[in-house]
């Protein structure tokens, strides 16, 4: 969240600065450009990416449900595939025969609103490229900020501070050349010197030695030690004293020195002071109109913030009144055409039935619909004649049917006597009897 706001900050501040220079003109112009730019994305070409993912999804869900397939049903439907490819090449050798014959500007016409959709969509992608590669930057240039703040570099350099930087990093780097290079010289002296040291090293061992055996011999072991340790004191006395009187005297000359440059630099100094105290009045002066004309600017910037959003609000209000009163009059205009068509049908009507014409007249719809009427009317009293003969009869063909079920019920009943008397007579080998 720090660094989000941190980093939304420095995109404003840098906003600020792009648009100090700029007119109120350039700046609605600028707002426009983007707002149509990203109308265009909102409105017809997300929505379109949206569609084909769908569709995408959709047909991958449906191949998924799908069963598997074997390699007769691949062949199979590789075989239906070219056959719809013959078909739509087919049909659209149709089209382009079609399309050939109609009229050219037409064809123009289309070819060219074609070229402009690929070409504002080519836009759109080059676009979000941009908006992609301008965020990956800026994130990088919020990243760099935050690890300059970390190292303690607030500000960032200008192009005659960087200028300078890197004369002073290439000078740098020439005196690190020669430094190292003087570096390279004493490290191979002082392997020389080493070696000479150890050679020397050897050659005192071998005659300390050889002084050693000498004076033991002598019957004086230890005199040369001796003599070496009160050189040595002497020597060190001899430095101290040397070291406390060129401390002394380098003290001495430092105080002075010291003494002479502060002389020199209040001398230096005082015309510089002089001139120093009206730039400072000056200077305060300067930042008293810089914070009068900064807080002037921040005003009249929420102004024109707070004025463009009103605008902004207005326009979203009036295009939707717009809309609202477009659709309103496109209703009215239908239910308009739907009245006018009744109202002639009514006149034509009128037209009809006032004609003296018989056969005319009964063209009319009330004519028509009067026949209709009459027509239901005999149709319904036959159905009442009809239902009137059917109640009447009901009682006696209800008798009628009973009797019937009877008498089937009879003729079943002989039947299945006649068949017992049948095998009857074939099981005792008698004549046969039909007994009715």
């Known amino acids: 969240a720090v660094v989000s706001t941190q980093s939304t900050g420095g995109q404003l501040k840098e906003l600020k600065a792009a648009t100090q220079n700029m007119s109120v003109e350039k700046l609605m112009g600028r707002l426009e450009e983007e707002h149509k730019s990203t109308v265009y994305l909102v409105q017809e070409k997300l929505p379109r990416e949206i569609a084909a993912k769908r569709k995408a999804c959709n047909g991958l869900q449906k191949v998924l449900l799908e069963p598997a397939l074997s390699e007769d049903d691949v062949e199979e439907q590789i075989e239906r595939s070219g056959e719809l490819q013959a078909d739509l090449n087919e049909l659209h050798s149709q089209r382009m025969a079609k399309s050939d014959n109609a009229d050219e500007k037409l064809v123009m016409f289309r070819k060219q609103a074609l070229m402009i959709s690929r070409k504002k969509e080519s836009l759109a992608e080059e676009l979000k490229e941009y908006m992609s590669e301008y965020n990956e930057a800026e994130a990088e240039l919020s990243r760099k900020r935050q690890e300059m703040r970390s190292v303690g570099a607030e500000t960032v350099m200008t192009g005659p501070e960087l200028k300078k930087y890197i004369a002073d990093i290439r000078q740098k780097s020439t005196v690190y050349k020669a430094r190292r290079a003087e570096m390279a010289d004493l490290r191979a002296e002082v392997g020389v010197l080493s070696r000479t040291v150890d050679i020397l090293q050897n050659q005192y061992t071998d005659v300390k030695h050889l002084i050693a055996q000498t004076e033991k011999d002598k ?31 380098d003290m001495s000359d430092m105080s002075d020195k010291l003494n002479e440059m502060i002389a020199e ?17 000056k200077c305060s002066e300067l930042e008293q109109l810089h914070a009068q004309k900064k807080s002037e600017y921040d005003s009249l910037s929420a102004r024109l913030g707070s004025n463009l959003h009103s ?126």
């Open 219 to 249: 019957g004086i072991a230890g005199f040369t030690d001796a003599q070496d340790e009160l050189e040595k004191i002497s020597s060190q006395k001899g430095t101290v004293d040397q070291a406390k009187g060129q401390i002394l005297e």
């Open 311 to 436: 605008l902004e609000q207005e326009v979203k209000e009036l295009r939707e009144t717009a809309q609202t009163e477009e659709s309103r009059y496109h209703f009215l205009m239908h239910s308009k055409q739907l009245l006018e068509l009744e109202q002639q049908k009514v006149e034509e009507e009128l037209a009809v039935y006032k004609n003296p014409d018989p056969a005319a007249r009964k063209q009319s719809l009330r004519e028509q619909y009067n026949r209709k009427i009459l027509e239901q009317d005999n149709l319904g009293k036959a159905l009442r004649a009809k239902q009137k003969t059917v109640r009447e009869q009901h009682v006696p063909n209800v008798a009628q049917m009973a009797m019937w079920r009877d008498l089937t019920t009879l003729l079943t009943c002989k039947t299945n006597t006649l068949s017992r008397l049948q095998q009857k007579e074939v099981e005792t080998g008698g004549e046969n009897i039909l007994i009715l």
């Open 265 to 281: 630099k209040k001398a230096s100094l005082a015309p510089v002071i002089k001139e120093l105290r009206p730039l400072r009045a």
